[in-house]
Nanobody, 129 residues
């Protein structure tokens, strides 16, 4: 499995960015794709995730209502539309893949990072005026 994250950049507070995670090498669609982020001097945190097979999603409280995750199966791409960005959204964002089982195991919430097997390289998101 290979994951390629893209779309990061600089945005002003209140602005928008769209991240993409291009995935390849999957067998079937029984996977969960997650977005994580890590800010300087902070631990990596879950942002959002989506189960590819059924479209179930989950969001961190800090981004719910502002970020939207979606999957384009034809293009094997998972996108994260980020709106109403805040300076505290500044971080390196990573996409990762794991088995959909873990989404169910954690009660329909994004699994912790150790449940994800494959990771893409990070893409920097900076929110600043």
């Amino acid at each position: 499995v290979q994951l390629q994250a893209s779309g990061g950049g600089l945005a002003q507070p209140g602005g928008s960015l769209r991240l993409s995670c291009a995935a390849s090498g999957f067998t079937g669609d029984n996977y969960v794709i997650g977005w994580f982020r890590q800010a300087p001097r902070k631990e990596r945190e879950s942002v959002s995730c989506i189960v590819v097979r059924d479209g179930n999603v989950d969001y961190a409280d800090s981004v719910a209502g502002r970020f939207t995750i979606s999957v384009d199966n034809a293009k094997s791409t998972v996108s994260l539309q980020m709106s109403r960005l805040k300076p505290e959204d500044t971080a390196v964002y990573y996409c990762a893949s794991g088995y959909a089982y873990f989404f169910e195991k954690y009660g329909g919430h994004c699994p912790p990072s150790h449940s994800f097997d494959d990771w893409g390289q990070g893409t920097q998101v900076t929110v600043s005026s």
